[in-house]
T-cell receptor
Framework: DQQVKQNSPSLSVQEGRISILNCDYTNSMFDYFLWYKKYPAEGPTFLISISSIKDKNEDGRFTVFLNKSAKHLSLHIVPSQPGDSAVYFCAASAAGGTSYGKLTFGQGTILTVHP | EAGVVQSPRYKIIEKKQPVAFWCNPISGHNTLYWYRQNLGQGPELLIRYENEEAVDDSQLPKDRFSAERLKGVDSTLKIQPAELGDSAVYLC??????????????FGPGTRLLVL
């Protein structure tokens, strides 16, 4: 049972344009969401997060939007740069119970930004 | 500040052989995680430690996998014996604590294991 899904395996964008990466989840207990970026042969690097009490969080070129009713979040990168080319993972966690602190990851989306 | 350190970075072994991975978390981080990432998938949690205590090992295949975190700092993950399906990247992560809302986990570079 895939509780966090990234349905687009890959995305190709021109430099300077907007990149939009999408993520859907099924577990209504999830209340904290993170995006990680991963380069080849490296571990995932934390990018940005959002809690369920917000619907938007912005950090420089990166903005994450959360739609709780649709159980959907998205990551916007504006403007996209060639250095943003990487695999992006969406992850979610729940605040309570024995699963606290456990991150459930999506399958990842490969972003390629062309010069 | 140094990040999460893992070794070795790569390991090739034959099936039925034992293998061990080592992790040193970020200084001051009390919570340590081991994840496994299969090709084309996101990381999946194997075990989580709060200091020396394993508080969530429900996903750890206990027949062949074991882990320890002596003194609440470094940790070792062991597989004995390894099977072909264990080929994956093993990631270690750490966070300051489990208290509070939305603790961010920081990952090491991982150990890429290939079982032949």
């Amino acid at each position: 049972d895939q509780q966090v899904k990234q349905n687009s395996p890959s995305l190709s964008v021109q430099e300077g344009r907007i990149s939009i990466l999408n993520c859907d989840y099924t577990n209504s207990m999830f209340d904290y969401f993170l995006w990680y970026k991963k380069y080849p042969a490296e571990g995932p690097t934390f990018l940005i997060s959002i809690s369920s009490i917000k619907d938007k969080n912005e950090d420089g070129r990166f903005t994450v939007f959360l739609n709780k009713s649709a159980k959907h979040l998205s990551l916007h990168i504006v403007p996209s740069q060639p250095g943003d080319s990487a695999v992006y993972f969406c992850a979610a966690s729940a605040a309570g119970g024995t699963s606290y602190g456990k991150l459930t990851f999506g399958q990842g989306t490969i972003l390629t930004v062309h010069p | 500040e140094a990040g999460v350190v893992q070794s070795p970075r790569y390991k090739i072994i034959e099936k039925k052989q034992p293998v061990a991975f080592w992790c040193n978390p970020i200084s001051g981080h009390n919570t340590l995680y081991w994840y496994r990432q299969n090709l084309g998938q996101g990381p999946e949690l194997l075990i989580r430690y709060e200091n020396e205590e394993a508080v969530d090992d429900s996903q750890l295949p206990k027949d062949r996998f074991s882990a320890e975190r002596l003194k609440g700092v470094d940790s070792t993950l062991k597989i004995q014996p390894a099977e072909l399906g264990d080929s994956a990247v093993y990631l270690c992560a750490s966070s300051q604590s489990r208290t509070g809302f939305g603790e961010t986990q920081y990952f090491g570079p991982g150990t890429r294991l290939l079982v032949l």
